[in-house]
């Protein structure tokens, strides 16, 4: 079974900074690899997606893959207060089976 | 998202039966149950694509989905345990190849 891994737990950061979140995986074999947010008492919403090693940039959204080192990662520009929730990332061998990782809590304060 | 509407919001049981409802006005082929406790990431539980279970990941019996048609989506509880405490996501794609998945509001289960 796939082990997803993220870090860091927590992070806070003033608002307009860049942030970073990181995820790991086990499987060498994964072919998709997603972003989502959940806010507080509410339900994850997929954020963006990639699945071929690179960059890819959709708004103040980055996401980095590099399944050679089994890493990928979000980045935030200009950082909002409406982006504090948890950040999951989700990684999936085939069909829609994907395994989320444990979660990183972003808070940006004004 | 009222596309994807998931009943009753929250439940509080002593060992008993009850089944949770979902259903999607999306017109997705596929049907997911995720159960995500406290502090955790949501699990994948069950998928359904197109009316046929093809994924059944390790969960007690004593849970049992049922795909009526591709709109709706149950999940049947029987004799609840305490570490059932959780919320209980009901998602849907259109399709099941890396495919953004849609969650519904999802329903809270409290066990007593």
């Known amino acids: 079974q796939q082990n997803v891994q993220q870090s860091p737990e927590s992070l806070i950061v003033p608002e307009g900074a860049r942030t970073s979140l990181n995820c790991t995986f086990s499987d060498s074999a994964s072919q998709y690899f997603w972003w989502y947010r959940q806010h507080s008492g509410k339900a994850p919403k997929a954020l963006m997606?990639?699945?071929?090693?690179g960059e890819k940039e959709e708004g103040r959204f980055t996401i980095h893959l590099n399944k050679a080192s089994l890493h990928f990662s979000l980045h935030i520009r200009d950082s909002q207060p409406s982006d504090s929730a948890l950040y999951l990332c989700?990684?999936?061998?085939?069909?829609?089976?994907?395994?989320f990782g444990s979660g990183t809590k972003l808070t940006v304060e004004p | 998202n009222t596309k994807i509407t998931q009943s009753p919001r929250y439940l509080i049981l002593g060992r008993a039966n009850k089944s949770l409802e979902c259903e999607q006005h999306l017109g997705h082929n596929a049907m997911y149950w995720y159960k995500q406790s406290a502090e955790k990431p949501p699990e994948l539980m069950f998928l359904?694509?197109?009316?046929?279970?093809?994924r059944n990941e390790t969960v007690p019996s004593r849970f049992i989905p049922e795909c009526p048609d591709s709109s709706k989506l149950l999940l049947h509880i029987s004799a609840v345990d305490p570490e059932d405490s959780a919320v209980y996501f009901c998602a849907s794609s259109p399709g099941t190849i890396n495919e953004r998945l849609f969650f519904g509001h999802g329903t809270k289960l409290s066990v007593l």
């Open positions: 989700a990684v999936g061998p085939n069909y829609n089976v994907l395994y």
């Open positions: 359904y694509n197109l009316k046929q279970l093809i």
């Open positions: 997606s990639i699945f071929s090693n």
